[in-house]
Each structure stands twice: as C-alpha cells, then as structure tokens.
C-alpha cells in the first residue's frame, strides 16, 4: 500500500503518546505500529497504536497503523497454518488475535540465556528456512527480517509480525522480483544472518537497507557455518536457494 505523506504541521507534539485500553488485558508488546495486549492465558490481541487526532499528523499517523494491521491480516490469511508461523486465531481490519508465546521473542531471549543444545539450534534453523520457503511460495515479501520478530514458545521458534510484508501477485515469479528496493538476494542475505546468529548464539546483523551495498567477504565472519559460503548461492534461481539452504541446515555442524 502506497500512502501519501502528510501534510506538514509544524505545532505538533513529537511526545504524544497512543490511547491505550487498560480493560483489554496486560500490555506485553509496544511496537512501531501496533500495542500487543494479552487477553487470555494462551493469546495476545494486536492492536493499532491510535492517538488522539489533534492535527493531521496525527491522523496520518493513525491510518498508517491502521494499514499495518490490514497488511498484516491480509498476510495471515494468505499464510495459512504453518508450523513456523505464530497461530493466528482471528484477524479483522482492526485487530489480530494470536498465540502467546511463552518465551518472548527470539532476540530478547537469546541475551538472556545461554545458548541451546546443538541439536535444537539445528531444528530451529531447518525450520526457519522451511518457513521462509513457505512465505516466499506465497508471494510475500518479509522485508522487516530480524531475531526480534521471531517468537519461541515452547522451545519452538514462531515467525511474526508481517505489518510491513508486501502481497505480490500469485503469478510473481519470486527468483526475479525488485519491489521498494527489496530483491530476494536481500531477503537471503538477512535471513543468513538470523541463521548465523543462531548457530553462534549472537546477534549478527548487516543491514543492506542501512549500508546501501551487499557485503565484502572481509565483513561476514568465517566459521564452519560459513556466512561467505551461504552469500554465494544469492546468484541462484530462488528454488535452488532454498534447497542451498536446507543441505547447509542438514549437514551444518558447529
């Protein structure tokens, strides 16, 4: 969705904050777009971050979240049920009810506890790249690929937060596409630094979309999981990508 810029006013507050519903629940989630509430045991609720519309800014500001939950609604619906992808029980154009996950997200927990077995960092790998595979078989750009937006519930890692996928036509052939600056080499490149992250247990990040260019062999870290082997497949047909990957996943040790 392509949204103009507001108008500029010049008297509005930077500080406002978003209307928050202390009846929903326990607040558990504040994110760029949404306000992430916990409703029941077993579920959380997304909402829009709606601020009180003083000025056009603030109204701006509204329909962007807004659009973000309706991005993210039209995504689940396309996902389906995977079992890489957080369960999403109910999404309407105002709000989205999900699993809780009882791990927090991915990031989060990878500072605060020590790294897990072998094994299990190899499942979660496997089943990331299996999970991207089915997101990408669905037409849809991730862009916003981070260890944050990962959950783990029950030792078990859940992809999240799709406000800012892009939906591309069923028929996009997904080796070839170039939308908003995003390609699939880029969409690999961030997904092998969430799967190195993993494999080393810390956080290895290079953002394309900060540095403008892709990265010099000197610049990604050299292990038995090698980064600079993984790159070298971002010239290959999205498929055989994927395939690259799950042999890498299956035959990785550390």
């Known amino acids: 969705m392509v949204i103009s810029p507001p108008p500029q006013e010049h008297t509005a507050s930077t500080n406002a904050s978003p209307t928050r519903n202390h009846q929903i629940g326990r607040l558990v989630g504040n994110g760029s777009f949404g306000l ?14 709606i601020y009180a519309e003083h000025n056009n800014e603030r109204a701006y500001s509204n329909m ?26 109910k999404a ?21 506890n020590l790294a897990p077995a072998q094994e299990l960092r190899a499942k979660w790998i496997r089943l990331l790249v299996d999970t991207f595979a089915h997101v990408h ?73 900060d540095l403008e260019r892709w990265p010099e062999a000197g610049e990604l870290p050299m292990t038995e999981f090698s980064l600079q082997v993984l790159f070298k497949s971002v010239g290959m047909e999205n498929m055989r990508v994927w395939k690259h990957f799950k042999g890498m996943c299956i035959q990785c040790s550390w």
């Open 64 to 89: 962007v979240n807004r659009a973000e939950i309706q991005t993210e609604k039209a995504v689940y619906e396309r996902l389906g049920s995977h079992a890489g992808i957080i369960e999403c029980f």
């Open 137 to 209: 078989a669905r037409k849809i750009i991730i862009q916003d690929i981070a260890l944050r937006n990962v959950l783990l519930h029950d030792n078990t890692l859940k992809l999240c937060d799709f406000g800012e996928c892009i939906l591309l036509p069923l028929d996009t052939d997904m080796g070839q596409f170039h939308v908003n600056g995003t390609t699939p080499q880029i969409e690999i490149l961030h997904l092998g630094c969430m799967l190195y992250s993993i494999a080393v247990w810390r956080e290895f990040k290079y953002d394309y979309f």
């Open 36 to 49: 992430v509430w916990q409703i029941a045991e077993d579920r959380v609720r997304k909402d829009p971050k």
């Open 92 to 112: 309407t154009d105002e709000s989205i009810e999900l699993a809780f996950a009882n791990q927090g997200d991915l990031a989060a927990y990878m500072q605060a």
